[in-house]
């Protein structure tokens, strides 16, 4: 053979191997294959629907879940005084969104309800308890504005005439006093959402106001309360989802800001917070007895949970494969595949919706890759891939250091120490999750089980 030929050979092989996968992506797949790509395109839309906010996706997937937890922060609500403060705690994903907004609209007949995510109005790495404030206070000048509830002049200048920026890109956009009022909300919601520096400008006008913006807000709330005959309920969700430095500083350093509106409202908070003391001190020192637990579904019980041939509580189990299956349809996914997928979970909504999205990319791919193929289905070995990309996202984020600490919470369902940074760490990061008996218990996420697996760190 001369010198050469083999790697001529590789590359035309090669070079046709590319040009016939290009040919294929140029004619398109097939009018089946593109009918089936259709059908795990709007699943993996559908599994994005968390959490339920609007009333078209509530109707057509809700399935009742963490009923008597909200039933339960409903009727402290009600007992509570008119200026009570709620904290509700969970680990991310868990749910505590679709329950949040159901709680919402439950309180609507007796209540004066103001619901929105902090992260659909600002950056989540700059809040603070002034722009948190500040949020609220726009929240309730924009509920009012729609109701057509007057408002004094000095509220809308002190919140909206702040920013000599802001009131110049306004002051030509609209010629009434309501439809001028509009133009600056949206402005400042705009900038409060964009802007850095329109930001730090609002920390540095309001720090040393704190009483006077509190006192905007309350007015505001009495304004509403009094053409509405109802108490203001103001509930803001996603500040669970803030990083722990975040999470100290606001409901540590600056608690009695935070908790100074008089009126109710209820905050959010990660689980893995509940586990740093000196938070709980300053909640604790301002009346809060114990914040309300959104725990991770569990599947097993303590002394079960890592007995292979142990069966998962059928009550539980049965509510994920009814969210899986009204966002998945059962044609596109074995039935053995479909209860792997809810085990994988650990017991987490989110990471449920993750594993079935994965699934639902790894079928996309291969009916481009592969198309005429009548087997693209999310089976056993679909489900191996898709494990084994989340199986890699955990591990980049998990320090040679913290392995020692997961095998030895896999094998004891303890923690030698809840309050240490690596603990909470993993806690925060799902690694680890937190469970409810008569006492708590932890374990490891499945798919980081099957990581110490491959580490041969368990057998």
């Known amino acids: 053979m001369i010198k050469g030929l083999g790697f001529l050979h590789f590359a035309s092989t090669a070079r046709h191997r590319l040009e016939a996968v290009l040919y294929r992506g140029f004619i398109g797949i097939g009018w089946h294959d593109q009918a089936l790509l259709e059908r795990y395109q709007q699943a993996y839309k559908d599994l994005d629907l968390f959490p339920l906010v609007e009333s078209k996706t509530i109707?057509?997937?809700?399935?009742?879940y963490g009923l008597p937890v909200m039933v339960r922060l409903k009727r402290e609500i009600e007992a509570s005084v008119k200026n009570g403060k709620f904290i509700f705690a969970g680990h991310r994903g868990c749910g505590k969104s679709t329950l949040l907004k159901r709680l919402?609209?439950?309180?609507?007949?007796?209540?004066?309800?103001?619901?929105?995510?902090?992260?659909?109005?600002?950056?989540?790495?700059?809040?603070?308890?002034v722009n948190i404030l500040y949020a609220i206070a726009l929240k309730l000048l924009s509920q009012a504005t729609k109701r057509s509830i007057p408002v004094a002049e000095d509220i809308k200048q002190s919140l909206l005439g702040w920013n000599t920026t802001v009131r110049t890109q306004t002051s030509s956009q609209a010629t009434s006093g309501e439809m001028a009022l509009g133009a600056d909300i949206n402005v400042v919601t705009a900038k409060l959402q964009q802007e850095k520096s329109f930001r730090d400008e609002l920390e540095k006008t309001f720090e040393k106001r704190i009483s006077d913006l509190v006192g905007k807000c309350d007015r505001l709330a009495a304004a509403i309360q009094t053409a509405t005959k109802k108490p203001i309920l103001v509930i803001i969700d996603d500040l669970d989802k803030l990083d722990l430095p975040l999470v100290e500083d606001i409901y540590r350093n600056n608690i009695k800001s935070l908790f100074s509106p008089q009126f109710r409202v209820v905050f959010t908070i990660p689980v893995s917070a509940v586990q740093e003391p000196q938070v709980m001190g300053a909640l604790n020192s301002e009346g809060i007895v114990r914040p309300h637990l959104f725990p991770v579904a569990k599947f097993f019980a303590k002394v079960n949970c890592h007995k292979p041939d142990a069966e998962p509580v059928a009550k539980t189990f049965d509510v994920f494969l009814q969210v899986l299956a009204k966002r998945l349809p059962n044609e596109l996914?074995?039935?053995?595949?479909?209860?792997?997928?809810?085990?994988?979970?650990?017991?987490?909504?989110?990471e449920l919706v993750r594993i079935a999205r994965e699934c639902c990319t790894e079928c996309m791919v291969q009916l481009e890759i592969e198309p005429d193929s009548d087997s693209v289905k999310i089976n056993a070995e679909i489900l191996t891939v898709a494990l084994r990309?989340?199986?890699h996202d955990f591990a980049r984020q998990i320090g040679s250091d913290l392995y020692a600490l997961l095998v030895g919470v896999y094998k004891t369902a303890e923690t030698?120490?809840?309050?240490?940074?690596g603990f909470v760490k993993l806690l925060h990061g799902l690694m680890v999750l937190e469970y409810e008996n008569d006492a708590l218990w932890y374990d490891v996420h499945p798919i980081v089980v099957d990581l110490l697996k491959q580490k041969n760190l368990i057998e």
Request: aromatic share 6%.
């Open 104 to 129: 919402a609209i439950e309180m609507q007949p007796n209540h004066s309800v103001v619901f929105f995510s902090i992260a659909d109005l600002i950056e989540m790495s700059g809040i603070t308890h």
């Open 333 to 350: 996914v074995d039935p053995q595949t479909a209860r792997q997928i809810v085990l994988k979970s650990g017991g987490v909504m989110r």
């Open 416 to 421: 030698p120490d809840a309050s240490s940074k």
């Open 59 to 64: 109707e057509q997937f809700r399935v009742d």
């Open 389 to 391: 990309n989340l199986r």
